[in-house]
């Protein structure tokens, strides 16, 4: 795990931006305490290095060049197939000089180029590059694990792990995009290629660039999700290649040279990977649990400690404070480059540094939901499809996957979203699919009422919706479930694993996500649908494929957290009170133009820090004073 940069050029000498590139790579010195290298090609690129030594220690050092200096490669992740690879090569002549998965990747560029990146297994950022073309690759993981921005500088193509390494070159300017400002407001994430920067852009998950000096030539997208259906196999041979396959995924995603954990939640997903994981070791393993003291509805540690005594872990636990939460968010902020999604970021960052002081590697169960169809909006709209389909007689999916008989006994599991349930219904009632999930995730009704008549006036939902569209509506798919989590996938997850990137690098931790393996993902979305939501049951297949596994106390679990903080609570009175007011209610804020002030004050004093407008107006005030301030 670590960080990089490029410059390139096509022909303009770049011996000026030697000290430029040793500020960029001090922007991300986080992600790679372990070391720093560079590489200057005249008149071509500059490419830099920061490391974190997880695969061969002693040899693995970035940039690796070739043996006789033609190509170059900076690489941030891991290959976790590196040895299968790295024995195929040998076969084919190939002779190494180190163990690390970094010479396998440069040795397969250099005998594939771009074929190689479908080979890979892990998640990956890289930039490759052959002198004697001045012709590069760079390519991103399929579900944007690791994260890669892109923008030009002059007459410079720019990339880095970060936004803020970019921010660092004389010829880029921090500027707000309107356009994924309104994005913000409604999604809480940036659509396509798009971040919150003017001018700076994001590598899409699954695809790869090419080009020669500063000009890209190729945007190609090298995986996506298939949804071809295997209508031949039975339920039980499904849930048996999902086992196997999660316990392949895992085996190759401990392969380490250094100590590794888990986080645990006490959810289904970490707690199986943190099971799958300690079977595996056969020793010990470490795993890394956070909880709040505020009362019970703050803290899943009993489940958390049933998965450590089943699997015979080791248990650590942090317990993070109202001032804590004021110490941090500033700096998480900035961290994350972009405000995104809401205030659980917070004690994923406690955690991560609690974890930080024991292992470099930790294992976390991020994805399942997005996979496995685990989030309860995807039962509240199957409640509306299952209505729709009793009373008017239809079947938008060609037949009904859910009927209102199959999903009443699951009914239970919706007693804590009562506000999602009303604003869900108080509009809209059967319209057609994207429409409705679009209103279960539309955070902009009553957006009008808040934001300042500036700010209002560019906003367009219509414009919105056609950008959701496009995603949702996958055209080889006619099932709900997996248009709904599809859509997530493409931009839900890659935002949550954006934090779970920059909370981990932030304490120079290493983060791995064993459920994110394109095998578990091309199998699940090949399956018949009806397998996946029976009944309106959240991750059937899953829960079947690892009851033998995981706990029955956390398989037959209802109340699903998804680690609360208790901001509500604190906001009435103490340190968190005093910041969230000094922040929103300052003058910089007032003046910002984006909100209206009086709707601040009330947001403060009504709704509860724990609101996520108010979350997203808080953290969207902080990255202005981090970034576009100065």
């Avoid at 070391?35 to 090609?41: A, C, F, L, Q, R």
């Avoid at 020669?212 to 298939?226: A, F, L, M, P, R």
Wanted: aromatic share 10%.
């Amino acid at each position: 795990m670590c960080g990089l940069v490029a410059i390139h050029s096509s022909g303009r000498p770049l011996d000026d931006r030697l000290g430029v590139l040793d500020v960029m790579l001090s922007r991300i010195a986080h992600r790679g305490p372990d070391g720093e290298g560079k590489v200057h090609i005249p008149n071509q690129v500059l490419l830099g290095h920061r490391r974190l030594a997880i695969i061969d220690l002693d040899h693995g050092a970035q940039p690796m060049c070739s043996r006789d200096n033609r190509y170059s490669l900076v690489f941030n992740g891991e290959i976790y197939n590196y040895l299968e690879l790295r024995q195929t090569l040998i076969q084919n002549g190939q002779h190494f000089e180190t163990f690390s998965d970094t010479e396998v990747l440069l040795k397969l560029l250099i005998q594939e180029g771009t074929q190689a990146i479908s080979r890979l297994n892990g998640m990956f950022a890289f930039i490759f590059h052959d002198r004697d073309a001045n012709y590069w690759i760079a390519a991103r993981d399929p579900f944007g694990i690791k994260p890669l921005y892109y923008t030009h500088g002059g007459d410079e193509l720019l990339f880095a792990s970060e936004i803020k390494a970019l921010l660092a070159h004389p010829a880029i300017k921090a500027k707000r995009d309107e356009t994924a400002l309104h994005q913000y407001l409604a999604l809480q994430f940036c659509l396509d290629e798009r971040t919150l920067f003017s001018g700076i852009n994001k590598v899409n998950p699954g695809f790869y660039f090419t080009g020669h000096g500063s000009v890209i030539e190729k945007k190609i997208c090298y995986w996506d999700t298939n949804y071809q259906i295997d209508h031949y196999h039975t339920e039980d041979y499904f849930v048996d290649r999902v086992r196997t396959t999660l316990d392949d995924s895992i085996r190759l995603q401990l392969r380490s040279d250094v100590p590794l954990g888990g986080y645990l939640s006490g959810g289904l997903d970490s707690s199986l990977v943190c099971t799958l994981a300690a079977q595996h070791l056969g020793i010990p393993l470490s795993m890394f649990h956070g909880r709040f003291a505020e009362g019970p509805e703050y803290d899943e540690s009993a489940y958390a400690k049933v998965v450590v005594e089943n699997a015979k872990g080791v248990y650590y636990e942090v317990v993070p404070t109202a001032q804590d939460f004021v110490d941090s968010l500033p700096g998480l902020i900035y961290a994350l480059d972009e405000p995104l999604a809401g205030p659980g970021l917070f004690p994923q960052f406690a955690v991560s540094k609690l974890a930080s002081q024991h292992v470099k590697v930790v294992l976390g169960g991020q994805g399942g939901d997005e996979i496995f169809g685990g989030y309860a909006r995807y039962l509240v709209g199957y409640l509306e499809q299952a209505l729709k389909g009793a009373i008017f007689e239809t079947g938008e999916e060609g037949k009904h996957l859910v009927t209102l008989e199959s999903i009443i006994p699951q009914l239970s599991l919706l007693k804590q979203y009562r506000p999602l349930l009303s604003q869900f219904w108080s509009k809209g009632l059967f319209e057609d699919m994207d429409a409705r999930y679009f209103h279960l995730i539309d955070r902009s009704p009553g957006l009008h009422t808040v934001l300042h008549p500036e700010a209002w006036s560019g906003f367009d939902k219509e414009n919105l919706f056609a950008d959701f569209q496009k995603v949702f509506n996958h055209p080889d798919t006619q099932s709900y479930i997996n248009k709904m989590t599809h859509f997530d996938q493409k931009t839900l997850l890659p935002a949550l694993l954006q934090i779970e990137d920059r909370v981990s690098m932030a304490v120079s931790l290493e983060s791995r996500v064993p459920l994110l393996d394109t095998r578990i993902v091309d199998l699940v979305t090949t399956m018949p649908p009806p397998l996946k939501f029976q009944g309106g049951r959240s991750k059937h297949i899953l829960k079947k494929a690892v009851r033998s596994i995981v706990p029955p106390v956390i398989l037959a679990r209802k109340d699903k957290m998804g680690f609360p903080v208790p901001l509500g609570e604190w906001l009435r009175q103490g340190p968190v009170r005093d910041f969230v007011g000094d922040v929103l209610l300052g003058r910089a804020s007032r003046e910002r133009c984006i909100y209206q002030p009086e709707a601040l004050e009330a947001m403060f004093t009504d709704q509860g820090v724990g609101g996520r407008r108010l979350w997203g107006a808080l953290c969207l005030e902080l990255w202005h004073k981090n970034f576009i301030d100065g």
